[in-house]
């Protein structure tokens, strides 16, 4: 048997090293997926407009939670006149906003919403806190996926042309409308908005025990 020489061993071994690292880039198109780094628009802005919406948004989800969960369900059908939306009404008019604004970017109504029927849709406390959590956490994920230039893009508010910026913006000022508006009703109802009530609880342990008088 005829014997290789040492020389043509190592030729055929810098031709198969040669072969793999051409072949490499094909093969790792062509094989298993690579986790694909998630886009910046799902990253949580640190700075500009959609930044300083987020912390508002967060801060109203968790008061309005906090609202319409302290209210007992007994008061949910209480208001003020026979005129004007019940509790249960207002909180489901907020969640409706929510998602309304949505639309106005090109974000569909949850499937077999109705606007005309759904602020009566529920009087049931959990039912309505659930809701208020899912439109809430939507606008949220929606203004995630949104990217700096997305704000720019046409779009129509109240039935004009806007843009997405404005839209967005018109909706976190619209919503603290509502906040007011529930926090005067949970008064009426002898309910202490629950940020309120843990900060005067602070504040009492805060406060220094009174001075023992002079026997």
């Known amino acids: 048997m005829k014997k290789t020489s040492p020389l043509i061993l190592t030729k055929l071994t810098l031709l198969a090293l040669l072969a793999l690292l051409v072949a490499a880039p094909l093969l790792a198109q062509c094989g298993a997926p690579t986790q694909a780094a998630p886009p910046a628009a799902m990253e949580a802005a640190k700075s500009g407009f959609r930044a300083d919406f987020l912390k508002q948004w967060d801060t109203l989800e968790t008061k309005f939670v906090g609202l319409a969960e302290a209210i007992p369900q007994e008061k949910y059908t209480w208001r003020p006149t026979p005129e004007v939306r019940s509790v249960s009404e207002v909180f489901l008019h907020v969640a409706l906003g929510n998602y309304s604004y949505l639309d106005a970017i090109g974000v569909p109504l949850p499937a077999g919403m109705d606007r005309k029927t759904y602020e009566k849709s529920t009087t ?17 994920e929606t203004v995630l996926k949104t990217s700096d230039a997305d704000l720019e ?63």
């Open 124 to 140: 049931d406390r959990a039912k309505i806190v659930e809701q208020l959590k899912l439109s809430f956490g939507l606008v949220r």
């Open 153 to 215: 893009k046409p779009a129509k508010l109240y039935g004009q042309p806007s843009t997405v910026r404005e839209v967005l913006f018109a909706l976190v000022t619209h919503t603290p409308e509502h906040l007011g508006q529930m926090i005067v009703y949970g008064r009426e109802c002898g309910v202490v908005p629950p940020w309120t009530a843990e900060r005067q609880a602070r504040q009492k342990q805060q406060q220094p025990p009174p001075k023992k008088s002079e026997p």
